[in-house]
């Protein structure tokens, strides 16, 4: 026993330190701020403040504001350029725009027979509205495919091989108040199905995040559709998952949470409602704040910047393969977002690669896009329904995600 | 040396020669539990889980069976010694292993060796678990660094008194290092 004394020893404290850190990284949870649910409106009131001014001075000579490809004049770079809705657009991109629902201003024209400013039922299996996301405004027929299959570019996914059939199933649902406006589609490529949630706000404050439990920690999770449900949601998908990282900005409603830089681009919403992927090395979280960051999210990578892909076709999330399922947010326009949630690791969804997603985001016409927390965190919740099929280890159920981007 | 010292040379050379089998096992674990872990980890997957399996077989096999292949052609070489002689300075089993010291690691050599292996490659196996999950830790450092300072004092307690000997034994030429 002697002369095996230190084997027994060492051994010892090696597995008790292996528990440790073990229990440490995946269950033992750590609250760093309770109550975490602060909502910088100032910053907000600051922007539109911004906006109103900038308005005013380009009223007095004539210019085209259309145009919004470039930085405004406070510097924050504008979200999106304009929506890509010519007539030589793909077929994909005119479903996208028939299913994009008009901005306030043309609400008056619909003649869909909801009431303006109506909310839906938020209670799972709530009935779907009459309104098919194909109308125009103006137009009263709902005759527009609603799911549709999309091939990716061949010349670029060489690996993503296109299988097009069509479903006029109609599996599509919106939501619309004076201020919110989502539709939500469903799609169906390369054996995947996607469920895209376009979205337009009348400001980037109803574009918000929540905590799990309203408590910014490690360890503390919830599921998706109850972070959704606490905050009264519209609709939301899972966040960047911060509570597994020990570094990466946190901004969260204008507060900021976390400032030390991970390895991973941050993507920057600011309080105008722009969108902006930012290399973390170039700015502190304390300068972004004061930048105008509404939320800022560590997860990545970028997938579009000013509607170019991004990615290479070889290009994952650390180690991870091919097939996943998704999550990725989008800026399409001013104020005009979209959520994207992909299945997969099922026999009904293989799921998609970064490249397969960011060709699939392009076709929609966002212009900034940004990849969130994948696999079994990726969850879509639309008026209090999980309506994507998360996949989790062994079990086909939501994920307890450590944070949430919704709308409400 | 005498008969009774060549046994032993030759059970101490089985001894090491255990000790390169298990690690030679550790190496085979590693590699099949990195090939499970990555089957449900949904083509996830981590070039520290995969690699883990070369720290035992680098670290611990590979060496063991140089040593044993070099101090086996030495032994048949070494002079015979009298024991007796030497008697008033070492113990036995220090006699025998200082006579032989610059051939086989000592036990202490080998428990901090040993124990540096089992650092280096638990750490990588976990490292692969977080990078698989997608998360870090810090506390992650731990492994690594306490893995090369066992594996440094384990070459330490060799190296050493290995030189050691080996300039007295070469000095006594036949009679035991004064």
Sequence with gaps: MKKNTWAVVFSFCLIAFTVFIALDTFVLSSVYQADATQINTEMIIAAKENGESAQKESESPQTDDTDDSGKNGDGNPAGGGAPQSDAGDSPIQQEADQSSSPSQSDAGDNESGEEKGSRTGGGPGSSRHGKKPGN???????????KTIIGFDQEEAAESAAEVTTDNSGDSREYKDENVQVTYTQYETNGTT?????????????????????????NVTQ???????????VLAVNGDYYGVQERGYVIRNGVLYREEAGENDVLCIYADGSMKVVDPSTATAQELLEQGVWQAFSFGPGLITDGEID?????????????????????????????????????????????????????????????????????????????????????DEEREVSDIVYIG | ??????????????????YACICLTAAIFCALFGAVYEVFSHGVFSFY????????????????????????????????????????????????????????????????????????????????????YGTTNRLIVVYPVAGVVLLAAGLAAFVIPAIAARRMYRRSR?????
């Design chain 2, 174 to 178: 036949g009679l035991y290092p004064q």
């Design chain 1, 194 to 218: 996607i469920h895209v949630a376009d979205v337009r706000v009348s400001s980037a404050e109803y574009l918000k995040t929540a905590f799990a439990k309203g408590t910014y920690g490690k």
């Design chain 1, 136 to 146: 125009k405004p103006g137009h009263g027929d709902s005759t527009a495919t609603t």
């Design chain 2, 49 to 132: 889980m995969i690699y883990a399996f070369a720290i035992p077989l680098c670290l611990g096999t590979f060496p063991l069976m140089i040593i044993l292949l070099c101090a086996g052609r030495k032994t048949e070489k070494l002079e015979i010694i009298d024991l007796k002689e030497a008697e008033t300075l070492y113990e036995e089993d220090r006699y025998w292993e200082n006579s032989c010291l610059y051939l086989f690691p000592g036990r202490t050599a080998l428990n901090a060796w040993f124990s540096g292996i089992a650092a280096l490659t638990a750490g990588c196996l976990f490292q692969g678990v977080l990078e698989i």
């Design chain 1, 311 to 395: 990615v290479a076709l070889n290009t994952e999330v650390g180690k991870a393969k091919a097939s996943n399922p998704r999550t990725a947010i989008g800026i399409i326009d001013d104020l005009h977002y979209v959520f994207v949630v992909s299945d997969g690791r099922s026999g009904e969804s293989e799921g998609l690669s970064l490249y397969e997603l960011a060709s699939f985001m392009e076709q929609l016409g966002v212009q900034t896009a940004y990849n969130l927390d994948g696999g079994g965190s990726s969850t879509m919740v639309f008026q209090g329904e999980v309506v994507n099929n998360p996949s989790s280890g062994f079990r």
């Design chain 2, 1 to 18: 040396m005498f008969t009774s010292d060549r046994k032993k040379a030759v059970e101490y050379a089985y001894k090491l020669f255990n």
């Design chain 1, 223 to 233: 599921s998706t559709s109850e972070i959704a449900a606490s905050n009264n949601a």
